[in-house]
């Protein structure tokens, strides 16, 4: 009995082996997902540019990590130019907070956008962050859009 089991390890080394073999296979060819999901309960802080702030989610994909944003609104064809700030704004926290991005995704109810985070949208998002804490915006005309608006003490009309 006892040498039939001692037969059997090398089988069951050599199965365990092969199994381990085809799991990083599939990885490899992407047929089973490696992404791993985070929800983000706490806000995160990204010191280069004085931001705070909450991605819905951090997936990450192999050795990258992808804010996502999720909008309960349609997107109208198009990523709407503040939405993509905002995901500017986490693609920066969260590589300062976890590791390497390569991009971050806007998920609207009808499409998803895929937004780069490469040296351009750096530089953008960081002109932006400069102006508004300059104070060179401009208000709006539209006093409904003020109503709910988080900027609204600092242009004085509040």
């Given at each position: 009995?006892?040498?039939?089991?001692?037969?059997?390890?090398?089988?069951?080394?050599?199965?365990?082996?092969?199994?381990?073999?085809?799991?990083?296979?599939l990885?490899r060819l992407?047929?089973?997902?490696?992404?791993?999901?985070m929800?983000?309960?706490?806000?995160?802080?990204?010191?280069?540019?004085?931001?705070?702030?909450?991605p819905?989610?951090?997936?990450?994909?192999?050795?990258?990590?992808?804010?996502?944003?999720h909008?309960?609104?349609?997107?109208?064809?198009?990523?709407?130019?503040?939405d993509?700030?905002?995901?500017?704004?986490?693609?920066?926290?969260?590589?300062?907070?976890?590791?390497?991005?390569?991009?971050?995704?806007?998920?609207?109810?009808?499409?998803?956008?895929?937004i780069?985070?490469?040296?351009?949208?750096?530089?953008?998002?960081?002109?932006?962050?400069?102006?508004?804490?300059?104070?060179?915006s401009?208000?709006?005309?539209?006093?409904?859009?003020?109503?709910n608006?988080?900027?609204?003490?600092?242009?004085?009309?509040d």
């Open positions: 009995m006892v040498y039939s089991l001692i037969l059997l390890l090398p089988l069951a080394s050599a199965a365990l082996g092969i199994s381990l073999l085809v799991i990083w296979l990885f992407k047929l089973v997902s490696q992404d791993m999901v929800r983000t309960g706490v806000p995160y802080y990204a010191e280069s540019a004085g931001l705070v702030g909450r819905d989610e951090v997936v990450r994909r192999g050795m990258y990590f992808v804010p996502v944003e909008k309960s609104s349609a997107s109208g064809g198009k990523a709407r130019e503040w993509v700030a905002q995901l500017l704004a986490y693609c920066l926290i969260v590589e300062e907070n976890f590791g390497n991005v390569a991009s971050g995704e806007l998920v609207y109810r009808d499409s998803t956008f895929v780069p985070w490469n040296k351009d949208n750096r530089k953008y998002l960081m002109s932006l962050v400069s102006s508004m804490r300059g104070g060179s401009s208000k709006t005309n539209k006093l409904w859009k003020c109503r608006c988080e900027f609204r003490r600092y242009c004085g009309r």
